[in-house]
């Protein structure tokens, strides 16, 4: 009964990969990090549901996985946008005009820094140095990086987002 | 100017290719190794270049090496890909565009060791840089680089890319440790938690940062007399008010002036008012400091340190209360909460910066700010609540007329600094 719940959570396919996670560490709990990414990847954040859900498949209590996930500002413990926008802040980013990217951002999606619009379709956030600052001001779109950012290309690029 | 090092093929095409890699010589340091040199020889060729740390604390490599007790039947090799120190950006510049440059420096450096498992720890922003090395790796298991019985001799190795989620202080490397053990990246303390001797999993654990472990192929390859005469070569992440912000690789001591010149001068042909030589956490220089060699030595000296050898360039425009009050948020930001003169430290300076900011600034502000400094030293547990006071004091000493002139304006509403250049001030402020 509780496999089949546990079922229309994760994805087989995901159940497996975290157990193969497992593998590569003599300690299970060091899977946890890359679990948590697994199942961020599949559900877009990181329910309490899918955190028991982790602690089951790495025989770890849902407390320890949830006392870690909150430690990381990239395990997203509420739900988010479908897509995530984190714009660089930081020195070399800012130098380069970052705060005129932000603003222009911001108003494109008629949200601030930390939030999401209200359709979902996009979660704004404002970030540190993203080792990029080769490409400053820059930002990363899910996986994507792009810099060096006009405001007005920064807007473009968020505009289309689906 | 000679011919680059560490980055003569990371902007070839097809470097990441295996067969791109070996044409250019690649993994000839490993076969050499593992026919002609003993772990202590590869050891040994290291600590004759005279490798230090590239992460930050600029520890000698083989010294790090040689902590590590022989006789343990487990060790593990770490390497921190987790670059999060603000203006750096060259280990990414390294994963990207040569991987195998990096598999062959762990294969090298966990032959030295003895060790069988390694474990690269990657910032999770890093999607292209882990595509680029995850398939390197594999290509590297197919050709017997790595896995069992590598190239037929006795020594086998696992590589495994362990992604990070977010947090600056597991760049550290004993909070490195705690994360990759699958807890909460806060820093341990040392003694007893040196790496080299109770590392992960309390197991002696040699960490090293990504362009350290690159120079490694490179000096057995070519030995260190060799290495030594490149320079030795050095990448300085040069960002900022420079035309063309790059990895600029140098010769270890090459002067601020020449770096700026080699990443295309200062736009605007403005003058240069400061710049950080080592990233946020080292104390940022004044323009008399340009021709200062970006060394340990000189730079300790100053009171600032090579740190990752981001320099971060500011022009005569920079408003420097704004860049320091930013560089401290991040601080903030970043504080694990561990101990107390870090997590409430970092909030009362950046208040204070942000009132002074903001029109609202006291003139008791500026000994305050310094008082904060001075109680910040020494008393953190770990180097990041250390990172402050430099640039405190630096905005205290070297550009204490700018705080001044936003606490003068405060009493005097109309003449408030107008100060275009970083752009418009931030939503709310
Ligand atoms: C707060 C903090 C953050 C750090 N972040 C990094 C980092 O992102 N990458 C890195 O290689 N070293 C970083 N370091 C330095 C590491 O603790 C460690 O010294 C280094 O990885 C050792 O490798 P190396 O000897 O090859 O330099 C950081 C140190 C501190 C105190
Ligand atoms: S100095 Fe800061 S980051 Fe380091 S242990 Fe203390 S609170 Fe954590
Ligand atoms: S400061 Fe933005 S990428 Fe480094």
């Known amino acids: 009964m509780r496999l089949r719940e546990e079922g229309a959570l994760l994805s087989e396919g995901a159940k497996r990969e975290i157990e193969a996670l497992r593998a590569r560490y003599p300690v299970a709990q060091s899977a946890v990090l890359p679990a948590l990414l697994r199942v961020q990847e599949e559900l877009g954040w990181v329910p309490p549901e899918a955190m028991a859900e982790v602690g089951r498949l790495l025989d770890l209590p849902v407390e320890v996985v949830a006392e870690v996930a909150s430690f990381y500002s990239l395990i997203f413990t509420e739900p988010v946008g479908r897509h995530v926008v984190q714009l660089c802040t930081n020195v070399s980013c800012l130098l380069s005009g970052a705060e005129a990217v932000r603003e222009r951002v911001e108003r494109e999606l008629g949200v601030r820094a930390g939030q999401t619009t209200p359709d979902r379709r996009v979660t704004l956030l404002a970030v540190e140095c993203l080792a990029a600052c080769d490409q400053a001001p820059c930002m990363l779109v899910n996986e994507r990086r792009y810099g060096p950012l006009t405001p007005e290309a920064a807007a473009r690029l968020v505009k289309e987002l689906d | ?429």
């Open chain 2, 1 to 429: 100017m000679p011919q680059p090092v560490l980055l003569r093929h990371v902007r070839e095409p097809d470097q990441a290719d295996l067969h791109a890699y070996e044409r250019r010589g690649g993994y000839a340091a490993l076969r050499r190794a593992l026919r002609e040199l003993s772990p202590e020889q590869v050891t040994d060729l290291v600590d004759r270049a005279q490798l230090r740390g590239r992460g930050g604390a600029g520890f000698p490599t083989a010294r790090k090496w040689r902590f590590v007790p022989k006789d343990a039947p487990v060790k593990y090799l770490v390497v921190n890909a987790d670059e999060g120190e603000p203006g750096t950006f060259k280990d990414r510049t390294l994963l990207e565009g040569d991987p195998h440059l990096l598999v062959e420096g762990i294969a090298l450096a966990a032959y030295a060791n003895d060790v069988r498992t390694a474990y690269v720890y990657m910032r999770r922003e890093f999607y292209q840089a882990r595509r680029q090395l995850e398939r390197a790796i594999a290509q590297a298991y197919e050709r017997g680089y790595l896995g069992q019985g590598i190239l037929g001799t006795e020594f086998s190795l696992d590589v495994y890319v362990h992604p990070g989620a977010g947090s600056y202080i597991a760049g550290e490397e004993t909070a490195l440790l705690e994360s990759l053990e699958g807890k909460r990246a806060m820093p341990r303390l040392k003694p007893p938690y040196f790496p080299a001797v109770m590392g992960l999993y309390s197991k002696p654990t040699v960490l090293n940062n990504v362009e350290t472990l690159c120079c490694v192929p490179w000096i057995v390859r070519e030995g260190p007399e060799w290495w030594l005469e490149q320079g030795p070569p050095q990448l300085y992440s040069v960002s900022g008010h420079v035309n063309s912000p790059q990895v600029v690789e140098a010769p270890l001591g090459t002067t601020a002036r020449e770096l700026i010149e080699r990443a295309g001068g200062i736009r605007g042909g403005r003058q240069v008012k400061a710049f950080y030589p080592g990233g946020t956490s080292s104390r940022p220089l004044s323009a008399r400091h340009l021709d200062v060699p970006l060394r340990h030595e000189e730079l300790a000296k100053l009171g600032s340190m090579l740190g990752s050898a981001a320099v971060i360039v500011m022009d005569e425009t920079t408003d420097m209360v704004k860049v320091i009050a930013r560089v401290c948020e991040f601080y903030r930001e970043e504080s694990c909460g561990k101990c107390t003169p870090c997590r409430e430290g970092t909030v009362w300076v950046t208040q204070i910066l942000d009132r002074i900011l903001h029109g609202r600034g006291r003139p008791e502000d500026l000994d305050l700010l310094e008082s904060l400094a001075r109680n910040m030293t020494g008393t953190c547990f770990c180097p990041l609540g250390e990172s402050v006071p430099p640039s405190l004091r630096a905005g205290l000493e070297d550009f204490r007329d700018e705080f001044e002139a936003y606490i003068r304006a405060a009493r005097e509403p109309v003449q408030m600094p107008v100060r275009l250049h970083l752009g418009a001030p931030a939503p709310g402020g």
